[in-house]
């Protein structure tokens, strides 16, 4: 992946922004023209019509997908406000060595099992579930979608 700037900052996800709204779009307008010039195919517009629908279904599911994608920067984002407030330094470094499961993991440690189970996690490598299982304490998170 080449470094991030300016020109290649934008992120699009080709099925969603080039292939199905497009397609929905131009399959809309296709489905209106044929409805009003030739209503007697009732079945072919049926189910042309669901072929749209589904359309967008995977249309909707690929803004679930989105949303899974901000919840989980903003786990990130979480961890490195918590990692500032407890040691009173960036984060940078740590966030490198860690995996996404591990650092979603140790949001469910308070504060005095958080630094324990990050070093763990870094000396030994340990998995998110292994964290989990490994919390005494449990804080939950009840904000989760």
């Known amino acids: ?17 080039f292939i199905y709204l497009p397609l929905l779009i131009v399959l809309e307008i296709y489905g209106i023209c044929k409805i009003w010039g030739d209503p007697e195919n009732h079945l072919i517009w049926t ?3 669901v072929v749209i629908f589904l359309l967008f279904y995977l249309a909707f599911m690929t803004r679930q997908h989105y949303a899974l994608g901000l ?6 984002l979480e961890f ?10 960036r984060s ?6 860690l995996r996404f499961d591990q650092i979603a993991a140790l949001r469910f440690a308070y504060d005095d099992e958080f630094r324990e189970l990050l070093n763990r996690a870094i000396k030994e490598n340990i998995s998110g579930d292994e964290i989990k299982r490994t919390i005494k304490n449990w804080k939950a998170d009840n904000q989760r979608v």
């Open 1 to 17: 992946m080449s470094k991030q700037n300016y020109k290649n900052h934008r992120k699009f996800y080709p099925p969603h922004h």
């Open 47 to 49: 189910l042309f019509s």
């Open 71 to 76: 919840q989980n920067r903003m786990i990130r």
């Open 80 to 89: 490195k406000q918590r990692y500032f407030e407890i040691f009173g330094q």
């Open 92 to 97: 940078d470094e740590i966030t490198e060595q």
